[in-house]
């Protein structure tokens, strides 16, 4: 196994180490292992490195999944024609789609971690927090209509909202996702 310039790094300093690295195995089978190891000195040289590899080649494949699947969805979310958004249960934007950024005429980038007191009219804010804690507390989706106006051109729109409650793999509450239609 040829080692890994950071290894040998690590090694000249005399430091510990702890790295993931992809390695093909003599029999030309690629692996991620995880190698964490500690030269040792005699005196002022270095004369082995104590250490491990651990195969976690499962783990990295399973990563691979995930992160393959979120971009997938990610895309989804980007090309639906509806408002989509996702709200934590303290009411703070997590996501929304590009639609939706241009219907409040404000960018993901700038929406992300502020709440609709942010954006809207404190009666408009307040109505849609209210509508979010019940929605929270029945646990159930949600539909509403209701003019709001686009920020983008001032054009008053009737929009068809679906707000339900999002849960993680535990059944603990996450957030709201909301879908709106024009």
């Excluded at 709200?87 to 700038?110: H, M, T, W």
């Excluded at 929605?135 to 729109?157: A, F, G, I, Q």
Aim: charged share 30%.
């Amino acid at each position: 196994i040829k080692i890994n310039e950071a290894i040998q790094a690590a090694i000249k300093l005399g430091t510990p180490y702890d790295l993931e690295l992809e390695m093909t195995s003599a029999k030309g089978i690629n692996k991620w292992v995880r190698t964490m190891g500690v030269p040792v000195k005699a005196g002022n040289k270095i004369t082995k490195i104590r250490g491990i590899y651990q195969d976690i080649t499962n783990r990295k494949e399973a990563e691979l999944v995930l992160e393959n699947e979120r971009l997938r969805l990610r895309t989804l979310i980007k090309t639906i024609p509806d408002l989509i958004w996702h709200k934590n249960p303290d009411g703070k934007f997590l996501l929304c789609n590009p639609v939706f950024e241009s219907f409040i005429g404000v960018p993901e980038a700038d929406l992300i971690g502020k709440t609709d007191y942010d954006f809207e009219k404190p009666e408009l804010a307040e109505k849609s927090k209210q509508r979010d804690i019940k929605l929270m507390l029945n646990n159930n989706p949600v539909t509403y209509e209701e003019w709001v106006t686009r920020r983008s051109d001032e054009k008053k729109c009737l929009i068809e909202t679906i707000k339900s409650p999002m849960f993680d793999t535990e059944g603990k509450l996450i957030g709201i996702l909301g879908v709106g239609r024009d």
